[in-house]
């Protein structure tokens, strides 16, 4: 899981349990996702990369781009 790239589909952000589409095992699954730094929030639609997996369905990520 640690790597891989996601999108947004449920806001993340400070007090926000968000949601995240990750391409995994021939599909794609939703995983709730939080922000590795609790200050930055994510719209709907942001690419995001996994930096901690917590099983069995939630993540931590940070922007993937920039």
Do not use: C, N, S
Request: no cysteine; proline share 9%.
């Amino acid at each position: 899981m640690i790597g891989r790239e996601g999108r947004v589909t449920g806001k993340i952000g400070p007090g926000l349990v968000g949601e995240v589409m990750i391409p995994i095992r021939g599909g794609v699954e939703a995983f709730y996702a939080h922000p590795v730094d609790p200050r930055e929030e994510f719209a709907v639609g942001t690419i995001v990369v996994v930096i901690e997996h917590q099983p069995p369905r939630t993540v931590y990520v940070a922007a993937a781009f920039g």
